[in-house]
């Protein structure tokens, strides 16, 4: 089993940039892709980005492809949302994920079975 911390929200007015954490424990966080989501008030969850475990393959959402970099440190058990162009439809609760199958990558959210709590990120006008 997965267990997911997110940090590095806040507050930021467009065009800023913020740098999203999640550090993981409770397995071999080398073994599992990682991937992150965001859901917006009143808005269903959306991909965002997904890794995989050795960071050979990376995918994006179309909304966030240029502006948006998932990276992952399998020594420090942490992965990374660097987020560049911000904006004000950006804002959301972001989310990181692990599918419950080791070596499986999944750009599909109902395929990830261990969740963060998630971190608010908001982006002014």
């Known amino acids: 089993q997965v267990q997911l911390t997110e940090s590095g929200g806040g507050l930021v007015q467009a065009g800023g940039s913020l740098r999203l954490s999640c550090a993981a424990s409770?397995?071999?966080?080398?073994?599992?892709?990682m991937g992150w989501s965001r859901q917006a008030p009143g808005k269903e969850r959306e991909f965002v980005a997904a890794?995989?475990?050795?960071?050979?393959?990376?995918n994006y959402a179309d909304s966030v492809k240029g502006r948006f970099t998932i990276s992952r440190d399998n020594a420090k058990n942490t992965v990374y949302l660097q987020m560049n162009s911000l904006k004000p439809e950006d804002t959301a609760v972001y989310s990181c994920?692990?599918?419950?199958?080791?070596?499986?990558?999944?750009?599909?959210?109902?395929?990830?079975?261990?969740w963060g709590q998630g971190t608010q990120v908001t982006v002014s006008s």
């Open positions: 409770g397995s071999t966080f080398s073994t599992y892709a």
């Open positions: 994920a692990a599918p419950k199958r080791e070596y499986y990558y999944t750009t599909v959210l109902s395929e990830y079975d261990y």
């Open positions: 890794i995989s475990r050795r960071s050979g393959q990376t």
